[in-house]
């Protein structure tokens, strides 16, 4: 995303740095508004997207290293906790990089949990959000996305339908509203979230976020290919 950031690439080029899963139409327009705008589009994935040749020679040893890193960690029995920490330390990187700037940070729900370490085995990840706060105290806000219904895509692009029904979910607190917004003081304290949907979590939302958006109701993107 730097690289895409300091040659000006166009929104549609930009989506090369992410994953099949996020590379479609609604990231499209959301990076095209930003662009428009003049607002600088970074990015923290630690998951190189590229291959090394499709950058300028100045730039392939750089891409080369973090290639090589990537599959060490990947072959490593701690993928997930490097995956986190690097995304953490880019993230560092680039706050002390804008100082005086606020940032919008668009990661998966597991990683912005406040004590995501906390979790029971299964999902138990020192998160994005708790590395940051070691360099950064008191200064992020973490608002997790979460649906009560509908389809979806896993990583694969296989589709699946799903309907949390538990009646202690805090997805089912978007009642009758298309959408909603609760903040922690609003989340009875009982509360659980479904991770990816299928997933009982144990540490309440109350604990993990400042926030929770809501849907009543979500439907697949729309994948574009490249």
């Keep these: 995303m730097l690289f895409s ?6 929104a549609i080029c930009r989506l090369q740095n992410f994953p099949r899963i996020l590379r479609t139409q609604e990231t499209l327009n959301l990076l095209t508004w930003a662009i428009s705008r003049q607002i600088p589009c970074l990015g923290i994935d630690a998951i190189p997207r590229r291959s090394v040749t499709a950058f ?88 997790a996305q979460l649906a009560q219904c509908g389809s979806a895509l896993h990583n694969d692009l296989t589709l699946f339908d799903f309907q949390i029904t538990d009646p202690l979910s805090v997805e089912l607190l978007s009642a009758a509203a298309a959408h909603t917004l609760l903040t922690a003081e609003q989340i009875p304290d009982a509360s659980t979230a479904w991770h990816h949907a299928f997933e009982r979590e144990t540490v309440s939302p109350k604990n993990q976020y400042e926030g929770c958006f809501i849907f009543k109701e979500v439907h697949p993107p729309i994948i574009i290919s490249l």
Excluded: C
């Excluded at 940070?105 to 998160?127: C, F, V």
């Design 5 to 10: 950031h300091q040659y000006n690439e166009t």
């Design 56 to 143: 300028p020679p100045e730039w392939q040893p750089i891409q080369q290293r973090e290639r090589d890193e990537y599959f060490r960690a990947r072959s490593g029995i701690n993928f997930f906790t490097w995956r986190d920490f690097r995304m953490a330390e880019n993230l560092i990187n680039l706050t002390s990089a804008y100082p005086e700037h606020r940032m919008l940070i668009m990661l998966h729900n597991l990683h912005i949990k406040r004590r995501g370490s906390l979790e029971k085995a299964e999902l138990q990840l020192k998160s994005v959000r708790e590395y940051f706060e070691d360099a950064f105290p008191l200064q992020s806000h973490s608002i």
